[in-house]
């Protein structure tokens, strides 16, 4: 399905850009499970979410997922975001899924209200307004394959280890894998690795179409983090679409979605600058607007 993402339209006043910055030199960060870094230089416009709480593999919990709505809410915000890329900084882990140390001590409705506000972080993730990228060196299981689900493009190192391992924990995909792994590999593949908890290397992940590139892990542990990166760099100076595909719909309702999104086009900038650059054999410079 085509995704129609309003936000794209809907610019706050005033506007003020991310600082420029990188993780490492985030003032204030220190402690942070989430950190926000806006790259420079030839890199502007990639933006980078860097899950960092390595006493627990990056697990899902109450503070992690806040202050992970709270980056993608600052994010959301910023014009100058082109491409946002989901990346860890525990080495050997993207994410390890539900933090179940956390959700033993919850109570049955504290349990399904937290299990709502996953779904929630993954929704908002799956409508960011611009291209997502999960950089995924390391494990992946249950909803940390669920969280790289939700982007746009996965990118795996081949030693990877990922899978919807919920039924090997007497649970089920619950912030949207059941939905979102058919849309990928189809109905009945996705079936076989939900019933049977199946973990996938990142080189067959790649082969069955669950990430878009595998690659060779280097000694620093971060080769899908530079992949995609150089990913990024290529989506950025292409025009930023208020569009972006999903599951299937019938064709007709296709067509009309595509009709809406392309009458947001009509009147961009972008528009306009594009037809210039081609009239004028030069490389556009897009803007976002």
């Not at 892990?217 to 990913?231: D, F, I, P, V």
């Not at 292409?238 to 595909?245: A, G, I, K, W, Y």
Request: charged share 20%; proline share 5%.
């Amino acid at each position: 399905m085509l995704r129609v993402l309003t936000s794209t339209l809907r610019f706050p006043r005033p506007w003020k850009p991310l600082e420029t910055r990188g993780c490492s030199s985030n003032p204030g960060a220190a402690g942070r499970e989430i950190q926000v870094c806006a790259l420079a230089g030839p890199n502007q416009g990639i933006a980078e979410i860097l899950m960092n709480r390595p006493s627990a593999r990056n697990a899902l919990g109450n503070v992690f997922v806040s202050q992970l709505l709270e980056a993608l809410a600052q994010l959301r915000e910023d014009r100058q975001v082109r491409v946002l890329i989901f990346r860890s900084g525990v080495k050997g882990v993207f994410c390890a899924g539900a933090d179940l140390k956390e959700r033993e001590q919850m109570s049955e409705a504290e349990v399904g209200l937290f299990v709502q506000r996953l779904r929630g972080l993954m929704t908002e993730i799956a409508a960011f307004p611009a291209p997502t990228i999960a950089a995924m060196d390391g494990f992946a299981l249950g909803g940390g394959l669920e969280l790289a689900l939700a982007c746009d493009l996965r990118v795996a190192a081949s030693s990877a280890v990922m899978g919807l391992i919920e039924t090997t924990r007497g649970l089920l995909p619950g912030a949207g894998g059941t939905q979102r792994l058919p849309r990928c590999l189809g109905v009945a593949l996705a079936k076989e690795l939900i019933f049977t908890g199946r973990r996938l290397s990142g080189a067959q992940a790649q082969a069955l179409g669950l990430v878009n590139h595998a690659v060779a892990q280097n000694e620093e542990g971060n080769a899908a983090y530079h992949r995609a990166r150089a990913l990024a760099q290529e989506i950025l100076p292409q025009v930023r679409l208020p569009l972006s595909t999903g599951g299937p719909v019938d064709i007709a309702s296709g067509m009309a979605i595509e009709g809406i999104c392309y009458a947001q086009n009509i009147p961009t900038r972008d528009r306009l600058e594009g037809m210039a650059a081609f009239r004028e054999k030069r490389l556009p410079r897009f803007v976002g607007e």
